[in-house]
């Protein structure tokens, strides 16, 4: 049974960091691209990043480039989202998606990052 299971969502103040996980499991790891997706209180699903299958090539929107770090590790079949300096626009559910065949066709249950004082 295909799995992701994202984790390490908190509640933390402006200017900290996070490190947000998806472990995965019931798929070849290895042979997938990856991606980070987000949704805001209210508000609709936002791509945030997406990373290849060997982890060679990372990709950002363009509100992300420089806070946001995408990562993998294809030995423990997970995946990271680094967010550093984070901001109250930053608060969402996280979300880690599969992709294949050009759709994110598996998604995880999300982890929520609450930033605020």
């Known amino acids: 049974q295909l799995q992701l299971v994202e984790s390490g969502g908190d509640l933390v103040q402006p200017g900290g960091s996070l490190r947000l996980s998806c472990a995965t499991s019931g798929f070849t790891f290895s042979d997938y691209w990856m991606n980070w997706v987000r949704q805001a209180p209210g508000k609709g699903l936002e791509w945030v990043s997406a990373i290849s299958s060997s982890g060679s090539n990372t990709y950002y929107a363009d509100s992300m480039k420089g806070r946001f770090t995408i990562s993998r590790d294809n030995a423990k079949n997970a995946l990271y989202l680094q967010i550093d300096n984070l901001k109250s626009e930053d608060t969402a559910v996280y979300y880690c998606?599969?992709?294949?065949?050009?759709?994110?066709?598996?998604w995880g249950e999300g982890t929520l990052v609450i930033v605020s004082l």
């Open positions: 998606a599969k992709r294949s065949g050009g759709l994110m066709d598996y």
